[in-house]
C-alpha cells in the first residue's frame, strides 16, 4: 500500500481527486477559496490531502522498516527475556529510536511540501506563495520571485532548527551545543 502512494505523482492523484469529488461527486468546489468559512474548509480538504498522501506512505514504509529493523536487535531480545511487557518495550525501547529517523523524514517532508505547493495551489487554483512565485516567474517579476524564494528560504530554516530541538528532547545523547 505504501510503495502504491508513494508513486503517484501529486499533480495526477490531485486531478483524480478532483475528477471524483469535485466534478462526480460535487461534494467539493473545483478552485478557489468560497464565501463562508465553511467553503474554505471545504476547498482545503483536497489539497491537504493530496500533499499529505506521499508523506503518509513515506512515514508509513519508514517506521515499518525501522520497527522490524529495531525489533530484532539485542537489548529488545534481552527485555523480553526478562519478561518486560510488551507495551514498554514497544514504548522505551523500539518507539523513541524510531523517532529520530521519523522526525528527519517530517522535517524533509515539509520543506519538500513548500515546493509541492506551486503545483497543488496550481492544479486546485488556490492563491498563495506557490500561485504567487508561478506568477512571479511567467510576470518577470524578479523581486517578488527573489522575496518569495527568501520566504521559503527562512521557513526551511526554521523548520530545521525546530528539528533540532525536537532532537535533543527526544535523544539524550544529543546535545544543543
Keep these: 500500500f505504501s510503495l502504491v502512494i508513494l508513486s503517484l505523482p501529486e499533480f495526477w492523484f490531485g486531478i483524480l481527486l478532483l475528477l471524483l469529488f469535485g466534478l462526480k461527486l460535487g461534494w467539493v468546489p473545483i478552485g478557489g477559496w468560497g464565501e463562508t468559512m465553511w467553503?474554505?474548509?471545504?476547498c482545503m480538504l483536497l489539497p491537504a490531502f493530496t500533499g499529505a498522501i506521499g508523506s503518509v506512505g513515506l512515514l508509513i514504509r519508514n517506521i515499518q522498516s525501522a520497527v522490524e529493523k529495531l525489533l530484532s536487535k539485542d537489548y529488545v531480545n534481552f527485555a523480553r527475556s526478562k519478561g518486560t511487557p510488551a507495551r514498554i518495550i514497544r514504548n522505551r525501547y523500539v518507539m523513541k529510536n524510531v523517532m529520530v529517523s521519523t522526525i528527519t523524514l517530517i522535517a524533509m517532508r515539509v520543506t519538500s511540501l513548500l515546493g509541492g505547493s506551486v503545483v497543488i495551489e496550481s492544479v486546485y487554483a488556490l492563491p498563495g506563495l506557490g500561485k504567487m512565485l508561478v506568477d512571479a516567474i511567467n510576470g518577470r517579476d524578479y523581486v517578488l520571485v527573489q522575496g518569495t524564494v527568501l520566504v521559503y528560504a527562512v521557513v526551511v530554516?526554521?523548520?530545521?532548527?525546530?528539528?533540532?530541538?525536537?532532537?535533543?528532547?527526544?535523544?539524550?545523547?544529543?546535545?544543543?551545543e
Design 39 to 42: 467553503d474554505h474548509f471545504r
Design 157 to 176: 530554516m526554521a523548520v530545521m532548527l525546530v528539528m533540532d530541538v525536537v532532537y535533543s528532547c527526544i535523544d539524550p545523547r544529543i546535545s544543543m
